[in-house]
Structures are given as structure tokens and as C-alpha cells.
């Protein structure tokens, strides 16, 4: 019998939701781009360890994606601050050269 190991669709205060097409933080549904929204899945699948940029531009944006050398840096900085204004635990740690990870303030 083959048991199948289910992602991990939480992380701290934030959740995806609906098949991670969707996701909750500190408990407000919130509207994000699908770039936006599949780097979030991304980052919360990871459970606090850092993915890689290459990763994450793939997962938004795709092999033939049209995104510009800064297209990440400012994806990254919207979701910092949609976190914030949310008032979640959770930030946003890392940068392009190291890869960014979700880590959580206790």
C-alpha cells in the first residue's frame, strides 16, 4: 500500500485554501495575482526552508514567462507588505541571491 504524503497547505498564520488557488492570512481570504499567489504556495509548501529565485520564478511565471529581472524583487516586496497590513506572524526572510524562505515572529 502506497500512503501519499500530503503538502503542507499552512504555515503559521497563513493557509492556502481551495486546492492552493486561494489563500487565508491571519484569517482574512486575500486576492492575489497568480504570479503572487503561486509564490506564496510556493514559500508555504516549503515550510520555512528558503527556495531558490530560479524556483519561484518558474512556479509564477513559468518557462515562458514575460517577467522582468525585477519582477520577483517586487512580488516579494507586495507580499511583505499584504503581510504586514494583515498584522500576520509570519514575514518574508531571504533575498534573491539566497532564496527566500517564511519565517514566523513568536
Known amino acids: 500500500m502506497h500512503e501519499t504524503k500530503k503538502q503542507a497547505d499552512s504555515y503559521g498564520d497563513v493557509s492556502l ?7 487565508e492570512i491571519h484569517g482574512e481570504l486575500v486576492v492575489l ?35 522582468g529581472p ?17 498584522g500576520s506572524a509570519v514575514r518574508i526572510s531571504g533575498t534573491p541571491d539566497t532564496g527566500f524562505a517564511l519565517t514566523t515572529s513568536a
Do not use: D
Open 17 to 23: 485554501r481551495g486546492e492552493g488557488h486561494l489563500v
Open 33 to 67: 495575482p497568480e504570479p503572487e499567489m503561486q509564490l506564496v504556495a510556493s514559500l508555504v509548501r516549503a515550510q520555512g526552508r528558503a527556495v531558490r529565485r530560479t524556483v519561484l520564478e518558474m512556479k509564477a511565471w513559468g518557462i515562458w514567462g514575460a517577467a
Open 70 to 86: 525585477a519582477a520577483l524583487a517586487n512580488a516579494i516586496q507586495r507580499l511583505r507588505a499584504e503581510l504586514a497590513l494583515l
